[in-house]
């Protein structure tokens, strides 16, 4: 007589289950949904006037090579590059086209015959066309890079590492696929990075653990962390007289607002630190609902203030190690910038009321805020439900 029963892909497997692949199917139905209210109109092929496209080609030969390492940029490469690229992508796939590679310090690098590059093709409204090479084209190294990531996670992770990776994908996917194009397209800024956020908790813990009781107070607690990680930083913004406007690098963005893409500015900032939150709100939520778990699975007849308490007393180890990480991450992103000032010998009332100390302050904080108040957060919610289990 078989005994299918105790199989993986037996019936018991199926109802253990059953509520995250219900929860993983409506997940999945709701990214498609989203993709098909966002997918932009096909083109009918018609190009009129002039424009460009990018394309990939391998270098064939170099005619001609100035370049040369300039001891004053630090050994970065000046000069330029006569070349011959055959182009492998696009309507100009087979041809051999002459192709010009400048470089700079801080732009472009040096190729060699059969480097591949990524060329930037010009097409002009008499038929004619010619190309640059735009960049040295780092997509089968990245794949490596990639690949080596890969690897080492799924090795030493395991089961555990695939379905990380598994999250992290979709985690990609829900940021480019849904979060950006709302965005683009003018849909409110906060609330909707708040709910793409919420999205990725939900899909990734289920896919982590399940849907069980751990799981959700993780889920539960990670909501919460990160709600209070925009209501400081909102809180944060307004008393500082900051916003989304004074980000670096935003000018492309108020650009595109001007010629009429209706993206909403003045919240990215708080945005930027919901969206930077989120991992390590995710991460003490998920150590503490684990750890309160054992704990009570160890001891069953510890009440809920006991449980609480346990909670706060594992957390508070993470607060010294979690609040460094994100505000040595913030400080990290700006680490050319810091040295560049620091260089200038400013005064201090000359640098700490700029709107960059400001915004960097106030990202670091108020991520460091939801992540803290989540230990308390989630300590409450695991003690109330691991207590509530029949």
Not at 54 to 61: D, H, L, M
Not at 201 to 207: A, G, K, R
């Amino acid at each position: 007589m078989k005994n299918s029963v105790s199989s993986p892909g037996g019936i018991p497997w199926l109802r253990r289950n059953l509520w995250s692949l219900l929860v993983l199917l409506l997940a999945a139905l709701l990214f498609l949904g989203f993709r098909l209210l966002l997918r932009e109109e096909a083109a009918d092929g018609s190009r009129p006037g002039d424009y460009v496209e990018y394309e990939r080609g391998a270098v064939a030969s170099i005619l001609q090579d100035s370049t040369f390492s300039d001891p004053d940029s630090d050994g970065g490469f000046r000069g330029e590059q006569m070349l011959l690229v055959d182009v492998k992508t696009g309507q100009y796939k087979g041809e051999q086209l002459l192709v010009y590679n400048y470089v700079g310090p801080l732009s472009g690098v040096p190729v060699r015959e059969g480097d591949s590059v990524s060329l930037i093709i010009s097409t002009y409204s008499d038929g004619s066309h010619r190309a640059n090479v735009f960049e040295y084209d780092r997509i089968p190294a990245l794949l490596i890079v990639l690949g080596l990531f890969f690897g080492v996670t799924v090795l030493v992770g395991r089961k555990t590492g695939a379905k990380s990776l598994l999250a992290l994908v979709i985690t990609v996917a829900a940021l480019f696929y849904i979060l950006f194009p709302l965005l683009i397209r003018g849909a409110p800024t906060l609330p909707t990075v708040f709910l793409v956020c919420v999205y990725i908790t939900i899909v990734s813990f289920t896919i982590l653990g399940g849907l069980q009781r751990k799981t959700l107070c993780a889920m539960l607690g990670t909501v919460a962390g990160t709600a209070f990680a925009m209501l400081f930083g909102l809180l944060a913004q307004s008393l500082c007289r900051v916003s989304g406007l004074r980000v670096a690098d935003v000018e492309p963005l108020l650009q595109l607002r001007q010629t009429g893409t209706p993206i909403g500015l003045q919240g990215l900032l708080v945005a930027g630190i919901i969206v930077s939150a989120l991992g390590a709100v995710m991460d003490v939520a998920m150590s503490i609902s684990s750890a309160l778990e054992e704990v009570h699975a160890a001891d069953p007849e510890r009440g809920v203030r006991e449980l609480f308490r346990s909670g706060m007393n594992i957390g508070r180890d993470m607060v010294g190690t979690m609040t460094n990480t994100l505000i040595l991450a913030f400080l990290g992103a700006g680490f050319t910038l810091i040295i560049y000032l620091y260089s200038l010998g400013l005064q201090p009332f000359q640098l700490y009321p700029s709107a960059y100390v400001a915004i960097e302050l106030i990202s670091g904080v108020a991520s460091s805020v939801g992540m803290i108040l989540a230990i308390p957060l989630t300590a409450i919610i695991s003690a109330l439900l691991l207590k509530g289990r029949k």
